[in-house]
């Protein structure tokens, strides 16, 4: 069945060069050809990282699942490597699912990854098992005695056909890897195992079940310490709206506690949406050498997903911009990775520009761009209502994102960007209110939008479809505000 993984290699290979550069983002990973969903495997091996992506390599739909592969030095300029895994075995021939990668400790690449296969053929329920593959950077072996965790070694009440995404990481005398499960009414829990070797797996606890109210399976777990605190990030699929919190549909939490390692249970103090816009779902974060834990997620939503087989191009799923973790008062901050920095260049700068109605700024427009927004109150003057800022905009188009003071709201709005459909186009998000001062970071590439508000505390995401030539800035206000502004082109360098 090898001849699976050969075949989409050389497939994806040829397809790959009929899509031209300008047919892609510039600096956020779509796939190589064809379908991408959840980030997997997301490590530094050999001096690199390493990306893998739930990948179909010959149309732009989900199907079979594959992992599809690439590497970069600074986690913005990509390269494509042939695809890693084909669901080419008896125990992952309905798909390779999503899971995490490591290096051991004989300097070998470990992936551990969801197979799935469906007992009776098609039609039946899926059965999900955790495999293992292990390689050096580019081919990897799937273990002979897959898969390493069977659907018996599962505690009574938790669900054999939902039991995936696998998260590893190392501890002082091996490995332990979160997974992700749920009981006979779907609600998730997310379970606990430990390794000496990634291969052995024994089950150790239940970390913390769903009660209810975060949606029913929890996908994708990852669970890590970051700045004193324990973090769970969890992908809750049919979630219901809590005011302005989660959204309708699958969601992503970031759960803050701590784990009682004598108990094995993680005690949860709070909990809030990691992005607050359209397109998030299904992040998995890293440990970088120097230190930092850098989140990246797959820029899509499920529901939206039928859209792809409209579009005219051959790629379909871009991941989000890589972002770095900290936690600050009880909350997830996310920071664009500094390495975009790099990418910064011709800037313009606008200081104190009083906005009364509808501005334009000399030098502030464009398709690739980081720019920064600071808005204030004028002194003695009545609190501005709204300020607006539009962007890839053109005669037709625009997409816009808007700051209500009076209710501390911020929406993002994306009808008018061309799309002929009835989907989800706006989201809002609750601000803290600061007087009316609110500081925006908005990161274009393309086919996308990635908001950073007040410092990172929190964010909105969304994919643009507006043809790349609609690229002015506009603002606008309800009222009077002062503004500085911030411009720089994003350029990649070969
Ligand atoms: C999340 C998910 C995972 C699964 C994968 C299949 O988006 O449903 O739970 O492993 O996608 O492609």
Not at 370 to 398: C, G
Request: with cysteine.
């Amino acid at each position: 069945m090898k001849h699976k993984l050969l075949f989409a290699r050389a497939y994806e290979k040829e397809a790959a060069e009929l899509i031209p550069d300008e047919a892609r983002p510039l600096f956020h990973l779509t796939p190589y050809t064809g379908w991408m969903n959840d980030p997997n495997g997301f490590s530094f091996y050999g001096g690199k990282f390493h990306l893998f992506y739930q990948y179909y390599p010959y149309e732009t739909v989900w199907n079979d699942m594959h992992w599809g592969h690439a590497v970069s030095k600074d986690l913005l300029h990509w390269t494509y490597l042939p695809a890693a895994m084909a669901p080419d075995k008896p125990y992952d021939d309905f798909g390779c699912f999503s899971g995490s990668a490591i290096e051991t400790p004989d300097g070998k690449h470990l992936l551990l990854y969801t197979g799935v296969r469906k007992e009776g053929g098609e039609g039946k329920k899926e059965i999900q098992t955790q495999c293992v593959a292990i390689g050096d950077g580019l081919d990897y072996k799937k273990y002979v005695h897959n898969p390493v965790l069977n659907e018996h070694v599962l505690p009574e009440g938790c669900d054999y056909h939902n039991f995936r995404d696998p998260k590893i990481w190392k501890t002082e005398t091996g490995y332990r890897c979160v997974i992700g499960t749920c009981d006979e009414n779907t609600l998730g829990k997310i379970l606990l195992f430990k390794s000496q070797d990634g291969i052995h797996w024994e089950f150790e606890n239940i970390l913390i079940e769903n009660d209810g109210r975060l949606g029913l399976m929890w996908e994708c777990p990852d669970f890590f310490p970051l700045d004193g605190k324990d973090v769970l990030l969890v992908s809750p699929q049919d979630m219901l709206p809590e005011r302005f919190e989660y959204h309708n549909g699958n969601g992503t939490a970031c759960i803050i506690g701590h784990f009682d390692e004598k108990e094995k249970r993680f005690i949860p103090e709070s909990d809030h949406a990691v992005d607050y816009g359209i397109d998030f779902y299904a992040p998995t974060t890293m440990l970088a050498p120097d230190g930092r834990r850098i989140m990246i997620g797959w820029m899509q939503n499920w529901d939206t997903t039928k859209l792809s087989s409209l579009r005219e191009f051959k790629w379909f799923g871009q991941m989000t911009l890589p972002r770095e973790l900290s936690i600050r008062n009880g909350r997830l901050y996310q920071k664009p990775i500094r390495e975009i920095e790099k990418l910064r260049k011709n800037p313009v700068t606008h200081k104190d520009i009083l906005v009364d109605g509808v501005v334009r700024l000399p030098g502030v427009q464009g398709r690739t761009v980081d720019m920064e927004i600071t808005l204030r109150p004028v002194p003695n003057a009545p609190l501005y209502h709204k300020f607006a800022a539009r962007f890839m905009e053109n005669e037709q188009f625009y997409t816009k994102l808007s700051y209500r003071t009076h209710e501390s709201v911020l929406r993002i709005d994306r009808k008018f960007s061309g799309s002929r459909r009835a989907y989800i186009h706006q989201r809002r998000c609750e601000v803290p209110f600061k007087n009316g001062e609110i500081k925006l970071r908005i990161i274009l590439d393309r086919f996308s939008a990635e908001v950073f508000i007040n410092d990172g505390e929190q964010t909105m995401t969304c994919t643009v479809f507006t043809d790349v030539s609609a690229s002015d800035i506009s603002f606008n206000t309800d009222g009077k505000v002062l503004m500085d502004v911030t411009k720089y082109d994003l350029l990649m360098e070969e």
